[in-house]
């Protein structure tokens, strides 16, 4: 993996946030391009035969995945395959649908799936919003359920795009919007957060650094196409070592 203070990113020690990274018009553009059909690609993937019970099984210590906004669970299969194959029961929450309600209601889905589900020791792996009702979660776990979790390109500072946005569902990812402000300040439960993100994010110019977190930027550019890249699972799979929730 290379350095932090490369072009090419890498992991960072916790609140350590690596500089950022100049890069060409043009390739910014052919990223964006390869991530909308990254995208697309996987809306119609999630019309096949995978079902949420293929994954169920394992020994291993349970995940429950969070996708993003107007994502369905089936985003996050290359990640799920790669900790089911590891021996890891993987559970998904269907009673998100397409995730477009707020980050405390949905929040409030997880922690009752956990516990109608007895699960404990769980590492959530998340997409974007999810990492922030990942967050949220992870601050109201009463019976600390949760381990820990690894975000993928999680808007924890807001994005500069959202205040263009047409509908109130994506206007809350400002960085003023009360909720995100309010889980701004939550700063204990950082140091049991990955926060893994590309070069450069379609969606979030402002990147996913997390003060207190493990900050792993990778030398990839898009928000969506991250899910896939080998590196990404190389680090949700090390997430599952205890030795990284020291």
Same mark, same amino acid.
């Given at each position: 993996?290379?350095?932090?203070?490369?072009?090419?990113?890498?992991?960072?020690? &916790?609140?350590?946030?690596?500089?950022?990274?100049?890069?060409? %018009?043009?390739?910014?553009?052919?990223?964006?391009?390869?991530?909308?059909? !990254?995208?697309?690609?996987?809306?119609?993937?999630?019309?096949?035969?995978?079902?949420?019970?293929? !994954?169920?099984?394992?020994?291993?210590?349970?995940?429950?995945?969070?996708?993003?906004?107007? +994502?369905?669970?089936? *985003?996050?299969?290359?990640?799920?395959?790669?900790?089911?194959?590891?021996?890891?029961?993987?559970?998904?929450?269907?009673?998100?649908?397409?995730?477009?309600?707020?980050?405390?209601?949905?929040?409030?889905?997880?922690?009752?799936?956990? +516990? +109608?589900?007895?699960?404990?020791?769980? %590492?959530?792996?998340?997409?974007?919003?999810?990492? %922030?009702?990942?967050? !949220? &979660?992870?601050?109201?776990?009463?019976?600390?359920?949760?381990?820990?979790?690894?975000?993928? $390109?999680?808007? *924890?500072?807001?994005?500069?795009?959202?205040?263009?946005?047409?509908?109130?569902?994506?206007?809350?990812?400002?960085?003023?919007?009360?909720?995100? &402000?309010?889980?701004?300040? =939550? %700063?204990?439960?950082?140091?049991?957060?990955? $926060?893994? !993100?590309?070069? *450069?994010?379609?969606?979030?110019? =402002?990147?996913? =650094?997390?003060?207190?977190?493990?900050?792993?930027?990778?030398?990839?550019?898009?928000? *969506?196409?991250?899910?896939?890249?080998?590196?990404?699972?190389? +680090?949700?799979?090390?997430?599952?070592?205890?030795?990284?929730? &020291?």
């Amino acid at each position: 993996m290379t350095d932090p203070t490369t072009p090419g990113g890498g992991p960072t020690d &916790a609140g350590r946030v690596a500089p950022p990274v100049r890069l060409p %018009l043009l390739r910014r553009a052919g990223w964006a391009a390869l991530d909308w059909w !990254y995208a697309i690609r996987w809306q119609v993937r999630s019309l096949g035969p995978t079902t949420a019970d293929d !994954y169920r099984d394992g020994d291993g210590q349970p995940v429950v995945v969070v996708p993003g906004v107007y +994502e369905t669970w089936h *985003f996050m299969r290359p990640l799920m395959d790669a900790l089911h194959d590891r021996g890891h029961p993987v559970h998904v929450l269907p009673v998100l649908r397409h995730n477009v309600r707020p980050v405390p209601q949905s929040a409030r889905e997880v922690l009752a799936t956990l +516990e +109608e589900l007895d699960l404990h020791g769980v %590492l959530l792996v998340t997409h974007s919003k999810g990492g %922030l009702i990942g967050k !949220y &979660a992870m601050t109201h776990d009463d019976d600390r359920r949760i381990d820990r979790m690894v975000a993928v $390109s999680t808007p *924890f500072g807001g994005s500069g795009w959202a205040r263009l946005a047409p509908v109130p569902h994506l206007r809350a990812f400002r960085a003023a919007d009360p909720v995100l &402000a309010a889980l701004g300040r =939550e %700063l204990e439960v950082n140091t049991r957060i990955t $926060s893994v !993100y590309g070069v *450069f994010d379609t969606l979030i110019p =402002e990147g996913s =650094e997390l003060a207190g977190a493990t900050n792993v930027r990778l030398p990839v550019g898009g928000h *969506f196409r991250i899910l896939g890249d080998p590196r990404t699972r190389t +680090e949700v799979l090390a997430a599952t070592d205890p030795a990284r929730s &020291a």
